[in-house]
Structures are given as C-alpha cells and as structure tokens.
C-alpha cells in the first residue's frame, strides 16, 4: 500500500521535528509528525527524560523512512514499561 499524505497546515515546527495536520484519503484526518534525523522528543530535561501524556487520544505509529524507538508507559498495566523499537518493514504500532 502506498500513502499519500497530502499536508493542510505546518501547527508546530522544531529543530528537529515537524508537526502537520494531513488528510489521507479515506480518513477524517491525521496529524503526521517527522522527526528529523536523530531527533529526541520531546527533548530530555537535563538528566531526566521528558515524556508525552495522550490522555484522549489514540496514536497509531508508522515508520516510512528509518526507525524509531519510543517508549509506552501506562501505570495500568500489570507490566507499566515498554520500550518499543520501529523500523519501516515492521508495519505499524
């Protein structure tokens, strides 16, 4: 299957990172976020890693080009910490 992410609106830029609101084809829309090079995000804290917190959302991760590594956390789970690791052969998260 081939994507065609069609880019509405550039919402936040970093050095690194870029966030976009795209359409695809048959969805009510994505955000679509391309992380440059070797990009950690967010950023760590000094010392500390930082993390993101999607409490009404549901994320749905696919790499195109390259692989990513990101880490789930959910005090929930009877196992709370995964680290995952993505390249692009292994469909989506």
């Known amino acids: 299957m081939l994507l ?3 880019p509405i609106r550039v919402f936040r830029e970093t050095p690194q990172v870029s966030f976009v609101d795209a359409g695809i084809n048959g969805s009510n829309g994505a955000d ?3 992380h440059h090079k070797n990009a950690i995000s967010p950023p760590d804290d ?3 890693e930082q993390y993101y917190i999607h409490k009404h959302q549901v994320d749905f991760n696919l790499v ?3 692989s990513r590594k990101f880490t789930l956390i959910n005090p929930k789970w009877d196992e709370p910490h995964h680290v995952i690791f993505l390249n692009r052969e292994m469909s989506a998260l």
Request: aromatic fraction near 16%.
């Open 4 to 6: 065609h992410f069609v």
């Open 32 to 34: 679509v976020v391309i």
């Open 46 to 48: 000094g010392n500390f």
């Open 64 to 66: 195109i080009e390259g």
